[in-house]
DNA sequence: CGCTGTGTGTGTATCGATATACTCCTGAGC
DNA sequence: GCTCAGGAGTATATCGATACACACACAGCG
């Protein structure tokens, strides 16, 4: 491997002033400066970063962890993170946590931690206490699958306000027998934990207040987080009692599920049922029947995640923010009468 | 931060002895063992990755860069990846290359590069030539969207085998008015450079070749590789003469935008049209109509990946092998005739 | 009894880049 | 002519873990 003292003995200098032409961090006159440059090209060298941060104690390079990158959601968040870190000058790296305890504490502890300046994770795993330690070792960015008591900076999402403008659009669109899909009761909601995290819970929060509002009759299905979960809640939502004539999905991938469901059962949507989603995903757009989804905003999400971030690197002790963006509903064919 | 030497002198060993404890690379008493790890406890000592890696010359960690995390396919790859390699035993980071030269070439040469101990890679924008001289610095296993000629590690789908097939199938099922949505021309094909690199091509080829033997008559359209530019194709199919009976499309997405378009402008899948995708991802099975897909073998894949990596990370000069995995088409409703 | 071998443990040098303190030189100012 | 500021470059120590050579005790063996 060529090293920095290769370079130097190349363009007859010292190990430091290449480094220093390479890193600008001290001038060097701009004769040494090409010097040394044509004998970087000569030679191939590239930096070696492990040497670089033992040194620095930095890496530049920052850690996003979500639970899995086989999801409509993860996936999509994952690159627009990576986008806004890239446009913001910092890199980064993608680890999966398998909506896993030990995948979570694999990404703040495993060896790889000293490897990130900071990391942004999608905690469904641990506890908020857990976080809460953990935050003070390494800063780090939560997105919102926790309520968390503004120990940490933590950005999350609209889940009771889009969940509750979904069930009133249900509701103004006429329906009358409400169902939700992704959680399993409507009572005692917060004794409820499922492994998908609070995200959930603060969802069918939202659907549950409105249907108690409207003094509506609601009824509750859950298998899972999959497409295929959401074709087993669309089956049991049928075969039970009286069919729904309006079905919120706490996310949009289990609306799919749910539509595909419905349909092979020869219950159609828009016509005999709508479906509203969560976190309007692009497919959303393409599925036929298009789907109606809460749209939470992702780019305004993604942008504080990155603000956050960046300041907590450069002041570990300011305060912590939180922060929860805005949505809208994008309505389309899955809650439109024919 | 707590260091090695610390939890020596808290053990009352030689820094030696601890990292020998904790590495297990040459033996230590049960004794002294547990007295170290009882230190290490105490102390909540983390080796430092950086010092580590800059000593022995290895990470363990193997960088897997796709061009895009914000795609059916590649998100599902990288997630299979990154399981498949965890099962092996090696720590996984995923990398966008957003499909460009440059964000492969960082991926390569990036600060990162001697942070990884080998690289996954499904290049797009790279020449030939340029990463066969880059895997020569480093183990590499290329991701099949180029032709290659054993010059390194290679596992390629089935492009024109699995297009092939799928071109027959809309044979067998009555079609003869063809079109291939996803390449912009069906004569001098080798010609056309796409952004996408050789896959369409390759595709686009099978298609072809099955087309001529039957002497079938088909149409071309290209507008990307989104569902959107799958809306686009098929807009521009049936505003073009008289309209295709079946339509191949090289990648599932694209099919999804297709179906999408058709039904804008009234036209049915499988009643007037017959589709057929390729990828076969998750989503396929879930659509409606369901998507008749070719299906590689993406266990397969994954598994010929981890091998060849684990292979020429462990011995660098081995003779390079180039893999293509089976496929098979799994046929749903999009080629249902009603 | 001396000699080899094995099982445990320690000291030292090293990986490559860079922070820091230091030297040297040129030119301005009086 | 002399001092002093500051630009350009260099030597050295250091980040933390570990490869390597070495030390030492004790067992087995001829």
Do not use: K
């Not at 190990?15 to 030679?43: H, I, K, Q, Y």
């Not at 191939?44 to 979500?66: D, F, K």
């Not at 659009?169 to 998908?196: K, M, N, Q, S």
């Not at 298998?223 to 999905?249: H, S, Y």
């Amino acid at each position: 491997m060529v090293t920095m003292r290769d370079v130097a003995a190349e363009a007859g200098v010292s190990p430091m002033t290449v480094s220093n032409a390479l890193t600008g961090r001290r001038p060097v006159s701009e004769a040494t400066r090409r010097t040394v440059l044509e004998a970087v090209d000569r030679l191939g060298y590239q930096v070696n970063v492990a040497a670089r941060s033992l040194r620095q104690g930095r890496t530049g390079v920052v850690g996003i962890a979500v639970p899995t990158l086989d999801s409509h959601y993860y996936s999509r968040l994952a690159h627009r993170l990576v986008r806004a870190f890239s446009q913001a000058g910092l890199a980064t790296v993608v680890e999966e946590t398998h909506a896993s305890r030990e995948g979570e504490l694999a990404a703040f502890r495993d060896s790889r931690l000293n490897a990130y300046d900071g990391l942004v994770i999608a905690a469904l795993g641990l506890t908020e206490r857990e976080i809460n330690a953990l935050s003070r070792e390494v800063p780090v960015v939560v997105l919102g699958e926790q309520e968390l008591h503004q120990t940490v900076d933590h950005v999350s999402m609209p889940n009771v306000d889009g969940a509750e403008a979904a069930t009133r659009l249900l509701l103004e669109r006429g329906c009358r027998r409400l169902a939700i899909v992704g959680f399993p009761t409507l009572t005692d909601l917060e004794d409820v934990t499922l492994p998908e995290g609070a995200a959930f819970v603060l969802r069918a929060e939202g659907f549950a207040r409105v249907v108690r509002e409207h003094g509506a009759t609601a009824s509750a299905a859950y298998a899972g987080v999959t497409q295929a979960a959401g074709v087993a809640c669309a089956r049991d939502l049928l075969t039970r009692g009286e069919a729904p004539d309006g079905i919120f999905c706490v996310t949009d991938t289990l609306a799919f599920g749910v539509v595909r469901g419905l349909a092979d059962h020869g219950v159609r949507v828009p016509d005999d049922v709508l479906v509203v989603g969560f976190d309007d995903v692009e497919d959303a757009e393409f599925h036929i029947p298009s789907l109606t989804s809460v749209a939470p905003d992702l780019e305004g999400l993604v942008g504080q995640t990155v603000h956050l971030l960046a300041r907590r690197i450069a002041s570990p002790r300011a305060l912590p923010q939180d922060v929860t963006v805005s949505y809208r509903v994008v309505e389309r064919e899955s809650t439109t009468r024919p």
